[in-house]
């Protein structure tokens, strides 16, 4: 475990959106088959720097007939700048989350948060992407989806240099 006190770090920006643009996650038969960005945030980052990362979205289970569905979600990053953009290659950071909406709960927020250490070999000059992605599940899978509330996203992410 590393141990990182705030004397030791500067506060180098706060990068946010409430954009949303995923409006419903399809169901599908296993965890990781229809992954859709629930939020992205784009930070101009130095190997080295600490990020410390927030996010939140809603969920909506209006299945009908109604059943249970699970909802996976985690925070990702990729280089925006290596060439590949979204295409490229995509690490997921932080731990993974999920939980079961069934129609009675109808309504599910997803929280999530991490501290990420950006690489020391992260190419100078190269922003990172943050996002948070999620997905839906049930054996009962039958072509529905999960709306993805519009009104209840938010990703934050505070970047910290270490002092030097």
């Known amino acids: 475990m590393t141990i990182i006190s705030a004397e030791s770090l500067t506060l180098r920006g706060i ?9 419903t996650l399809p169901i599908g038969l296993g965890p990781g088959l229809g992954y859709r960005t629930l939020l992205r ?8 720097d600490i990020l ?10 209006d299945t009908n007939p109604s059943y249970t569905v699970g909802i996976g979600y985690h925070l990702w990053q990729y280089d925006v700048d290596d060439g590949q953009g979204s295409s490229g290659l995509w690490t997921r950071i932080g731990s993974l989350c999920g939980d079961n909406v069934d129609h ?4 599910m ?7 990420y250490t950006v690489p020391a070999d992260w190419p100078a000059g190269h922003r990172i992407v943050i996002v ?12 529905q989806k999960i709306t993805v509330d519009q ?13 030097t």
């Not at 927020?109 to 501290?115: G, K, N, R, S, W």
């Not at 999620?134 to 072509?143: F, N, P, V």
Request: net charge neutral.
């Open 52 to 61: 410390d990362i927030s996010g939140r979205a809603r969920v909506t289970n």
């Open 109 to 115: 927020p997803l929280i999530t948060d991490a501290v």
């Open 132 to 143: 948070l992605r999620g997905d839906a599940m049930s054996t009962r899978a039958d072509g």
């Open 151 to 163: 009104a209840y996203g938010q990703l934050t992410v505070r970047r910290y240099q270490p002092a």
């Open 104 to 107: 009675d709960r109808h309504h």
């Open 15 to 23: 990068y946010a959106t409430d954009e949303v643009p995923a409006t």
């Open 41 to 48: 945030v784009i930070v101009p980052v130095s190997a080295g």
